[in-house]
């Protein structure tokens, strides 16, 4: 589902749940979250926003997933009826979402993904897409700390020993969920390095709407158990799996849980 990541929009709620967050490019160098629900689905997350084309990139690689959002341009809108994919709006099933009068439009509306998972019997189970996941490889050099720009924004992902799991920020601000401002922590962190282009799709402000090219192949790092590992990334079509492999061609395994992807140019 589609997560807005702006100021207005946190704290969230449920992305903590997510098996895997995609953190994508959107207009003027901000960013949105497409987050993965597959072991938990949670009766709030959000706030939902909308699609773009990145993502019928990524989940070419999924089978047939539901993809939650609130609506998209026109040209996204005829992109996302023909993939392979579920489109879950509120208008097709407005008892599964719900508005928050607290936050102002349009970070104001949710999803209860449980509900709605009873709701869409056509979308299928997940197929592999790649990661594996086991004890950390040899090697690797300490990172404390990693900072990347996903377009514009500064994503800063902290390794935190205690808690054996990596914290993220948008700029200064930790990501936090929920009430309580639980903090949002990720196994492994993958930074992914993509090539970018610019979509015909622009926003009110005249901002072209990039697009985060997942289907190729490039160079990656893999961050996990405090520690980064160098790898490059393979998929040779949209159907395929992603494939995380060292210099020796081994494939890199990734912590077991909850993995977060920095989509960065």
Avoid: C
């Amino acid at each position: 589902m589609k997560i807005d990541n702006t100021a207005e929009a946190r704290p969230w709620d449920g992305v903590e749940f997510a098996d895997v967050v995609y953190v994508e490019p959107v207009e003027g160098g901000l960013t949105r979250l497409l987050a993965v629900f597959a072991s938990q689905l949670p009766g709030s997350v959000g706030p939902v926003r909308s699609a773009r084309e990145t993502d019928m990139g990524v989940l070419g690689a999924y089978g047939r997933p539901a993809l939650v959002f609130s609506g998209a341009a026109p040209p996204v809108m005829d992109e996302i009826v023909a993939a392979p994919l579920v489109p879950a709006v509120p208008r097709e099933f407005p008892a599964a979402f719900r508005r928050d009068d607290r936050r102002p439009a349009p970070v104001n509306v949710y999803v209860d993904l449980a509900d709605l998972r009873g709701r869409v019997p056509e979308a299928g189970p997940v197929q592999d897409i790649g990661l594996r996941f086991g004890p950390a490889p040899d090697g690797g050099a300490p990172a404390p700390e990693r900072t990347v720009r996903v377009g514009s924004t500064a994503v800063t992902v902290t390794w935190s020993a205690p808690d054996d799991a990596w914290t993220i920020a948008t700029g200064e601000e930790i990501a936090v969920a929920g009430p309580d401002r639980r903090p949002v922590r990720a196994d492994t962190v993958v930074v992914q390095r993509v090539g970018v282009v610019e979509s015909s799709v622009r926003d009110s402000a005249g901002s072209a709407s990039p697009i985060a090219l997942t289907v190729g192949a490039g160079d990656a790092e893999v961050l996990r158990d405090g520690r980064s590992f160098p790898a490059r990334w393979s998929r040779p079509a949209a159907g395929d799996p992603t494939r995380l492999t060292a210099p020796d061609g081994r494939e890199v395994p990734l912590h077991p849980g909850r993995t977060w992807v920095l989509l960065v140019a």
